[in-house]
């Protein structure tokens, strides 16, 4: 069968290449092409976009680029008309896949949706648009189920992806103790940085992180950094602040760190799976806060939160951002410091509650199943 799998952003590649390695396991005549990045090229998918090219994240930015979104579109459309896959999938990025399903829908294509967007948090009427278009959802959370069935939709949560490629990646690390020299940085206590994988978070965030490392001397800091961003973008925020720049071992870092300091989004539950206390951070510019403060609807901003449903790691959003409270809180969460030995606590029942690994495979073959009954 034919796929058509469209992810927009860095966390929607990681979880299209996991499914695509899946469905050619499931599906042997399988045929994927793709709008994603490289790790979904890297499974086997040909791919025709990357996301690096439709990341407009936040309301300025969305605006500011709205010609070249319309014609991302306009291209996505033609290409579908020309491959006419079995099915398309939607990877989460809801403002473009949303009007994509849309078309399709009403072109006669069957849809799938894997990796709900984030409906539950804001805009809950493009619920709307999932029961019009969408002939199956498949999610990964397990709060959702709740969601959508308050909605008239019945989903089944059949585990986290994330648990997979924890497992996967932690398997290939050298021991803990030699971390340090894989990495190519001095023998040390390690506190990591993720800023975030886009320019504008990075802009708005990284600032404020560096403000505490002259508070840790004994620790080193290493700033998570993703290819896709050049080095001089992030030494022109650095400046002289004594802090490691590694690209692409996010994971790794992870695993190293004795706490994180962690932008909002899928990272909040990695740091959680690797068993790093954390700081969950957020800042963006005055008038996207304004609309978020006006439109998101949950009470928390982190997927550790709102998985467990209550404060599990602390959040600091826009001006709660400050020095002294991430002085506070990151010394709460090292070594000795009060809140440790809760948070990590806190993790085990979390990844009780996600469930088993596995979820790619069990997603990828219901996916398959459900087209061969269709066709």
């Not at 990695?270 to 609807?297: G, R």
């Not at 939160?305 to 602390?314: A, F």
């Amino acid at each position: 069968m034919r796929y058509f799998i469209i992810a927009g952003e860095q966390s929607g590649d990681l979880h299209g290449s996991n499914l695509i390695r899946e469905l050619f396991e499931a599906d042997k005549n399988a045929e994927i092409i793709c709008w994603g990045g490289d790790l979904m090229e890297s499974a086997g998918a040909k791919l025709l976009v990357h996301y690096r090219k439709l990341a407009f994240m936040g309301f300025t930015a969305v605006i500011k680029n709205l010609g070249a979104i319309s014609k991302n579109l306009n291209l996505c459309k033609e290409q579908i008309a020309e491959y006419k896959p079995d099915v398309i999938v939607f990877i989460d990025y809801p403002g473009f896949n949303l009007r994509i399903a849309e078309y399709a829908k009403n072109k006669g294509f069957k849809t799938f949706y894997y990796i709900s967007p984030k409906l539950w948090a804001w805009n809950e009427r493009r619920v709307v648009k999932i029961k019009k278009y969408i002939d199956r959802m498949f999610i990964i959370f397990p709060f959702e189920v709740d969601f959508y069935k308050k909605h008239g939709i019945t989903v089944e949560y059949k585990g986290n992806p994330l648990i997979d490629e924890t497992e996967k990646r932690m398997t290939s690390f050298p021991a803990r103790e030699k971390m340090c020299n894989y990495l190519g940085i001095e023998d040390k206590k390690i506190i990591a940085f993720l800023a975030g994988s886009r320019r504008h978070e990075i802009e708005f965030i990284l600032p404020q992180m560096l403000k505490i490392i002259h508070y840790f001397p004994n620790y080193q800091f290493v700033l998570t950094g993703v290819k896709n961003i050049p080095d001089e973008f992030y030494q022109k925020i650095i400046g002289n602040a004594k802090i490691n720049v590694i690209k692409e071992k996010t994971y790794e870092i992870l695993y190293s760190a004795e706490a994180a300091l962690v932008t909002s989004g899928t990272a909040t539950l990695e740091a959680a799976l690797h068993n790093t206390p954390q700081v969950v951070c957020y800042k963006a510019d005055f008038f996207s806060m304004v609309i978020a403060w006006m439109v998101i609807k949950v009470k928390y901003i982190s997927l550790v939160n709102l998985i467990m449903g209550r404060e599990v790691v602390k959040e600091l959003v826009q001006y709660d951002l400050t020095e002294k409270t991430l002085l506070e809180e990151l010394t709460a969460i090292l070594p000795g410091g009060l809140k440790r030995e809760k948070l990590l606590l806190d993790y085990e029942l979390l990844k009780k509650k996600l469930g088993s690994s596995g979820a790619s495979g069990r997603i990828a073959r219901e996916m398959v199943e459900e087209l061969r009954k269709r066709n």
